[in-house]
């Protein structure tokens, strides 16, 4: 996996490494409930001590897996004491069975923590149209509520491993905000890693934050910090059926959220956090050998150039090009011509690392050393100047390598 | 490269090897003007020996060749008497001195020729951003010229290969039509084989026929064919600088295509070549092992039965799936429920080559034997039945092989 950098700390947002147990007043933990092959944990409890504002998005595919029309139900409500995750089987194509089963795992966590069950939120990822084993999920979750109840310490590594599919790493990062009457925590934790396209592809995050938030103002800044971060990403392209992000408030740190400045303050400590979820998982793309990261400016309007920068970002061309080392720009201009408004490309230009590739219109006579060292950085960035108007917006991927190939011809059904 | 069998003839339509040169009165030949470092023809020229009605279709990237403006002309005016076609470089990307050597490439030819410089079109395929190394060009142009001048037979084989970039076999048929007052030819050469996607990915289609026929009618059929075809088919989901689909009617045979009745067979004999046109480029796509075709029935409309279709025949996931020899039915019915119009998974049916995989919302229990087998045939089809309406359409695709990524990785800039 490749390493990414977390964002710059600022004397209002520290960032740190954490998870969604960082929080007061969360727990989280995982276990092997055997529900796959790989022997690693599958299941993850997440606990709140106390009643949480809860807000989340969720994937738009027409095939919506179980465990979405559950968790939306209790995003609806607003308020969640707990999540039940399970990874190796995405309960997805599993008709009213899987509703059931879906529905099931809510009954059971909400029983055994002693719970209303319309709080508990669930998400499911792994192969599609296998029903759940059921015997099998139950015991896991019998498992770790009974760890809750007796006191035992939350393990975040634990609860983070078992969210993951073909994931090679755990994914995780807190902050802690100093807002204007004290300080609050945010911590996350994310899987990828393929079937990965904006509108929430396969993956999961979940934020946990011990602040007072109003619903609304949740909602809000969730849907804000997605749009800049997840909606971002492309692995290959492909939207999933099981997508959710989601996000617990639970006040137990008992700083509200409120004034302007504060929720300036907080909602970008959220994005930047979720931006760091989002280049971990294209950084982990299946098989990635590179982060690809675009940046468009000069564009007509926000929404042009993010339309622009996913375009670059999924494009099959670019990204190959990018695992062979070889600076295309040629298909990094083509890629953003095909969607959205147009523009001049004989005003444009393009730069990679650093390194003017295309100024203007005209292209830069090649400095093959210099341009193939640039290459070799584990994070390749293009720059793309429109020069077609002030806005600007970036997009990440990975490249694709064999490994991608052969990673998703043997994925079994 | 995967054999493809060509459409079933009619009483009215017998399909047959040929190419531009089949129809009377059109004359194609290809020579090696080393543009490149394949040693194989790389230019190619179409000749009609009198003024034929000529239409066109362009990418719509905002990224457009030199090529593409100078021939968009060509087709508003609606009148043409050569094409010349140049691969190993796509003068796009160029600037104005692109421009400039496009305009050049049809001037040269005018003139060699004895005929309008506004009669010419000009196509061109191959790398992006690089400067036409014209003089090479211009030999070459002088060089087919003056076979023609001297009445040397054409050579269609010579042609199709010229217009060849990673392709890996020239792509042709040809058709004897019989209408109320006699008989026509159409005949059509085309390649591929990456950057293809709908819109006109990187394609080059050309089409000559002897018939008389009015520009409208002509404007008219060949977009709905294209519609049907060529617009239908996606390698990689990235779409070229260069694409154009164009045709040539000469009125050599000295029969008219007026009548509803003969305009309906000539225009089902033109979208049974392109349709097959557009299968070769998707079998002949950038290291496929196999033919993706997806048939969606039971929706709304056309239209969306086509979107979804196109959407799955594009997905990485499937494509890997089908490449891996899995029927990984989940990544079919996610790939059509991530775009268009809403259905129900629940009511839905899909089968490959035959097999049922889910019938009216049930996985059907695996036939492993029996699916590897179907998975092993050249082409691989997907019906995927909504039950959300009487409408269908089709799409094709390749798989996604190691192959891909070693091509797209080494192809340089």
Known sequence: MITIAPPVSSPEIRFHGGDVSTPAGFWMHGTAADLGDHGREDVMLLVSSQPAVFSGLFTTNAVRAASVVVTEAVHRRGISTAGIVNSQNANALTGPPGLADATAMQTLTA??????????????????????????????????????????????????????????????????????????????????????????????????????????????????????????????????????????????????????????????????????????????????????????????????AALKARAVARSALVKAAVYGRDP??????????????????????????????????QPVKADETGWSQAMERPEVEWVLDLAAGGDSAEAWGCDLTEGYVHINAHYRT
């Not at 040629?330 to 444009?348: F, I, K, M, Q, S």
């Open 111 to 304: 029983e055994a923590l002693a719970v209303g069950p319309q709080t508990v939120a669930v998400a499911s990822t792994g192969v599609i149209g296998v029903p759940l084993p059921m015997d099998k999920v139950s015991r896991g979750i019998g498992e770790l509520a009974a760890r809750y109840r007796q006191g035992q310490p939350a393990d975040g590594m634990a609860g983070a491993r078992a969210i993951l599919t073909t994931d090679t790493g755990i994914k995780r990062l807190a902050a802690t905000i100093s807002l204007s009457t004290g300080q609050v925590e945010i911590g996350m934790v994310v899987k990828g890693s393929g079937m990965i396209n904006p509108n929430l592809a396969t993956m999961l995050a979940f934020f946990a934050t011990d602040a007072v938030v109003a619903k609304p103002a949740l909602d809000r800044m969730l849907r804000r910090a997605v749009d800049r971060s997840f909606h971002r990403v492309s692995v290959d392209g492909d939207q999933s059926t099981n997508d959710m992000v989601l996000i617990w408030a639970n006040g137990a740190a008992g700083v509200a959220v409120s004034t302007a400045e504060d929720l300036k303050v907080f909602e970008a400590a959220l994005t930047a956090i979720a931006r760091h979820g989002a280049r971990l998982i294209a950084a982990d793309g299946e098989g990635a050998s590179h982060l690809i990261s675009v940046v468009v400016r000069g564009a007509a309007s926000e929404a042009d």
């Open 328 to 361: 295309n720009w040629g298909r990094v201009l083509a890629a953003a011509g095909a969607v959205g408004e147009g523009w001049d490309p004989d005003r444009a230009s393009l730069s990679l690392n650093g390194w003017d590739l295309y100024v203007r219109g």
